[in-house]
């Protein structure tokens, strides 16, 4: 039992106590959920989720043997530069309710598929309509109107773009990986965005293995994502560290490149989330539920990690202690499962088990 005080837009609506006794449940008006399992709201701590079009075209050829590549990008930048504010606006809202239903609380949204200042400006602009957590991503990939000129482009990117994009922004990241950005690159882009005040994040190790991994610790990143090829000093480098690792099964799921072998991290010390990664080439799923089953089917965690990554993890990947967890204190963001236990999350794949939604204490879904 966790009696909450009652939200009222402003912020207001905060665990006051939690536990089976001590407390006056006449005080309080009292949901009784018949038995059904309560946990907190997810927290999903890596999507993208202003864009336009999609790129079905692209997954059927995946699904046909051709391989992932990151210039597929490419293509969604085109379709949302064409796209007005008014119709990006609409998508967005359309995917953060589509995840507010699936039981999501929290969402981090980034730019990246805008690669010029006005586009990432209006980006970051318009994820900041629907949550803290912008991160400004416009080291995404290389513009095809940079193409052979990547240094020009970083130049760009760390002077009016991130000009632009600062004031709307909390993070800033970058795509460190063969096909886009080199180490050194990235960590100018890094190190402009944290001298400006931005908190750091990055993309690494998601196509093969990199130096990505052990710069994001370097730099004191919040959090490293993808992790798909991890060498024995990146895992090292990691449980050293307070760098959280943001796995993304929906990724692997979706390009049908190796899972990450969560087990090995997590015996090793390492702190990881489970994030959507929501976007239209590598993983346009919302679910953080299909990527708790995935990763216990094929990451090798217990439901109960697996959970926990896709809460706590995914606050301690934004830095947060108000969500992600139930106590005293917390935000009231919380969900009613359709189900006795948090088990039945991977136990029941694909079976919408989300009952009830609360953020702040008011119900919201």
């Not at 966790?2 to 665990?15: I, K, L, Q, T």
Request: charged share 20%; proline share 4%.
């Amino acid at each position: 039992m966790f009696p909450w005080s009652a939200g009222d837009g402003s912020g207001a609506g905060h665990v006051s106590e939690a536990g089976e006794e001590g407390w006056d449940v006449e005080a309080y008006e009292v949901v009784d959920l018949g038995g059904a399992c309560v946990i907190p709201g997810f927290v999903d701590s890596h999507t993208h989720l202003v864009f336009a079009g999609d790129r079905a075209a692209e997954f059927e050829a995946r699904m046909r043997g051709q391989a992932y590549a990151a210039g597929g990008i490419r293509s969604t930048v085109a379709a949302t530069r064409a796209a007005s504010d008014d119709d990006l606006r609409a998508r967005l809202r359309s995917f953060v309710a589509e995840a507010t239903a699936q039981g999501t609380t929290t969402l981090e949204v980034k730019s990246g598929y805008g690669l010029t200042v006005t586009d990432e400006a209006r980006l970051v602009r318009l994820a900041a309509e629907v949550t803290d957590e912008v991160t400004f991503l416009g080291a995404h990939v290389v513009p095809a109107e940079y193409a052979g000129a990547t240094d020009a482009y970083v130049d760009l990117v760390v002077g009016p773009m991130l000009d632009a994009c600062e004031p709307h922004a909390h993070w800033i990241d970058v795509f460190c990986e063969t096909g886009a950005f080199t180490v050194e690159q990235s960590r100018r882009i890094l190190e402009a965005g944290i001298a400006r005040g931005l908190g750091a994040r990055v993309h690494a190790s998601q196509l093969g293995p990199g130096e990505g991994v052990r710069l994001a610790v370097e730099v004191g990143a919040a959090s490293v994502d993808h992790g798909t090829f991890l060498a024995d000093a990146d895992v090292e480098a990691l449980a050293a560290s307070d760098t959280v690792l943001t796995l993304l099964p929906g990724v692997e799921f979706s390009t049908r490149q190796p899972y990450p072998d969560a087990r090995r991290l997590i015996d090793a010390g390492v702190t990881l989330a489970l994030a959507s990664d929501c976007n239209p080439g590598s993983s346009f799923t919302s679910s953080l539920a299909f990527c708790i089953a995935v990763a216990v089917r094929d990451m090798r965690m217990t439901p109960a990690e697996a959970v926990w990554a896709a809460t706590a993890g995914g606050a301690r990947a934004l830095r947060r202690n108000d969500v992600g967890r139930i106590a005293p204190g917390a935000r009231a963001d919380l969900v009613q499962l359709r189900a006795p236990s948090h088990v039945h999350l991977a136990y029941r794949p694909g079976v919408p088990l989300v009952e009830a939604v609360w953020k702040d204490g008011e119900r919201v879904a």
